[in-house]
């Protein structure tokens, strides 16, 4: 079997994208024989990107189709989408947040039109592309709206451990509302679709309660009793393996520490991502669960303080090609098992 064609997005070009891109690809020779990565994104910005690393500006092959790549580990293959840009790193740009969509927009495209297997994406800034006219809370939200799904969720990963999410890129007063029995619900048939297109479908799912200590007999919060109970409760009668909700200063450490849990459920965005980042910093990946086509990013933002100087790591982007390519050849089964 050929190794996957890796759809890898530039990002925001303001930002670390273009060197983390650059360090990912000519710095890792093994990548090569584990997937065939084409950057969809634009020459300028690559160019910068490379020399922000101080690597040779003849490494930069241009492509109008990604499946005339060579996947020569000494060259970055990559797809002008849209206009040259100049764009100074560093600052918030609506043009640097226009590219950033129209980047994926383009790797979601050739995804459908079977030119690519999977799509890695680097950083975008949300305010840039907002700035641009393009109102997706982020990447996740963009990518099922391309796709045309509706039932998704953003799964930040770690070797064998998944972090799904019930909310994520509103405020926390509007997270609160958003967590509802048929959310929750959807989120835990994800949650375990996904886990038997592992091969592991007797998982068990934790989910965090919403409120301190799940709301500790209502006494912090009646939404753990009223939404999140009789969603687990209609889950279990579906034959999904959850137990919740649990406090989740009880539930991550149990989960990240002792592996009590492989998979987690997150009632909004920093409940999982705080204790997430803080344990696995740049070794871990955020993965859409739910699209028809794998998807992983890095699980850090655009970075502009450091952008330029060469000095960004490229781990999580190095992991995130790595993982999209163990996935890409599997991911029929996960789309079937969430059928």
Not at 37 to 64: F, H, K, N, T, Y
Not at 80 to 86: V, Y
Not at 95 to 108: I, L, N, P, S, T
Not at 316 to 334: D, F
């Amino acid at each position: 079997m050929s190794a996957p064609t890796l759809a890898v997005t530039l990002g925001d070009v303001a930002g670390i994208g273009p060197e983390i891109v650059a360090k990912t690809l000519l710095l890792h020779d093994d990548l090569r024989e584990r997937a065939r990565p084409v950057v969809i994104g634009d020459e300028a910005s690559m160019r910068r990107g490379i020399a922000a690393v101080g690597l040779a500006q003849d490494a930069l092959v241009l492509l109008d189709d990604p499946r005339a790549a060579t996947n020569d580990p000494r060259t970055i293959e990559l797809v002008q989408t849209g206009p040259s840009l100049d764009v100074p790193f560093g600052a918030l740009d609506p043009v640097a947040g226009d590219a950033a969509y129209r980047f994926v927009v383009a790797a979601c495209d050739l995804v459908k039109a079977g030119r690519a297997d999977a799509i890695v994406t680097a950083p975008l800034n949300k305010a840039a592309m907002h700035a641009a006219g393009h109102r997706f809370a982020g990447h996740t939200e963009l990518l099922a709206h391309e796709f045309g799904v509706e039932d998704f969720s953003l799964v930040l990963s770690a070797g064998d451990l998944y972090v799904f999410h019930l909310t994520t890129h509103v405020s926390l007063r509007r997270a609160i509302d958003d967590v509802t029995i048929a959310r929750t619900g959807q989120v835990l048939r994800l949650a375990h679709g996904f886990a038997r297109a592992l091969g592991r479908p007797e998982e068990r799912i934790g989910l965090a309660g919403l409120n301190p200590h799940a709301g500790e007999n209502r006494l912090f919060g009646d939404e753990d009793a009223d939404v999140l109970a009789p969603a687990v409760a209609a889950a279990v009668a579906e034959g999904i393996p959850v137990d919740g909700p649990i406090p989740a200063d009880a539930l991550f450490p149990a989960a990240m520490r002792r592996g009590r849990w492989k998979i987690l459920v997150a009632c909004y965005h920093d409940q999982g991502h705080a204790p997430f980042k803080s344990m696995y910093g740049d070794d871990g990946v955020n993965i859409t669960v739910g699209l028809p086509a794998v998807r992983v990013s890095v699980d850090h933002g655009t970075a502009f303080d450091i952008a330029g100087t060469g000095v960004a790591s490229d781990a999580s982007m190095l992991l995130a090609c790595e993982r999209a390519a163990e996935l890409a050849p599997g991911w029929g089964a996960v789309v079937e098992a969430l059928r």
